[in-house]
Each structure stands twice: as C-alpha cells, then as structure tokens.
C-alpha cells in the first residue's frame, strides 16, 4: 500500500490524522500503514532500536535497516485508562524478539480484568482516525512461539 505513497502523501495522511512524524519515525509509520511491525534494526549489533531513532545507540552506527518484528510478546505492565468512555488498557508489551525491548500499546480482545503481568500477547491492529496502529490480543493456544 505505502509503494505507491510519495513522502508527502505519506506525512500529509499522518498529519490528517493528528500524528506528527518526525526523520526518526516516518519508515515506521509507513510500515503502520501496511500493518507491519517493523522497528529500526541495527545489523552490526544485531539491536532493534525503539524509539525509532536514526543512530544505533550502542555503536553510534547510521546504517539502519527496518526490520519487521514478530509481533509477539508479554505484558511486562499495565495500566488502565479511566477517562476514556470505555475503559482502555494500555500496555508495556515486552516484544519476543530482544530482551528489554517494549513498547506501549492498547491491550485488546481482553476483559479489564483478565489482563495480567506477564501474559502472552500477539499483534493485532487498532484504527486511530484511519491510520491502523499497533495493539496486542492474549495470545491464542495456535499463535506460533
Ligand atoms: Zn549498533
């Protein structure tokens, strides 16, 4: 979907949106918008870079690749957000692929009450104002480990 999108379209979707892209985050944004999980990857340290940011913090590298993730992880913690209409989980979500790496995400497909600390969760999407975003679901028994 993004193959056809210039830069500019790119941002201009975002910014209709009210999200404000900057260098470091656009390539992950556009990899949102196809609904993949992709992070800045660090192939010299083999390090995927969350925040995204444009320099490897350990090695000072700029030679970037963005790599999707497995979309697989663990609630390392939550919260749960009350002014909202309907109550919201947002999440820490520990991802599969390196340890310490997390990011906050709403938890979804999940009683308030079910969610736990370090339960297995997968990715799945949200659409905030037609731009999808990423969310994690318990994991399902089928999900692959
Ligand atoms: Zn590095």
Request: aromatic share 10%; glycine share 6%; net charge negative.
């Given at each position: 979907m993004t193959a056809q999108l210039t830069q500019n379209e790119l941002v201009e979707r975002l910014v209709t949106?009210?999200?404000?892209?900057?260098?470091?985050?656009?390539d992950v944004w556009a990899s949102y918008l196809d609904q993949k999980l992709a992070f800045p990857y660090c192939p010299r340290c083999r390090?995927?870079?969350y925040m995204p940011r444009s320099?490897?913090?350990?090695?000072?590298?700029?030679?970037?690749?963005?790599r999707e993730l497995s979309g697989r992880g663990?609630?390392?913690t939550f919260t749960i957000d009350r002014n909202v209409s309907e109550l919201q989980v947002m999440g820490l979500i520990e991802l599969a692929d390196q340890p310490g790496l997390r990011m906050v995400a709403p938890i979804?497909?999940?009683a308030v009450d079910d969610v736990a600390i370090g339960m297995d969760v997968s990715l799945a999407w949200l659409d905030f104002r037609g731009v999808p975003v990423p969310a994690f679901?318990?994991?399902q028994a089928?999900?692959?480990?």
């Open positions: 949106a009210g999200i404000r892209p900057d260098d470091d985050s656009i390090y995927w870079i320099l490897c913090p350990k090695c000072w590298s700029t030679e970037l690749d963005l663990t609630v390392y979804v497909d999940c679901a318990p994991a089928g999900d692959a480990k």
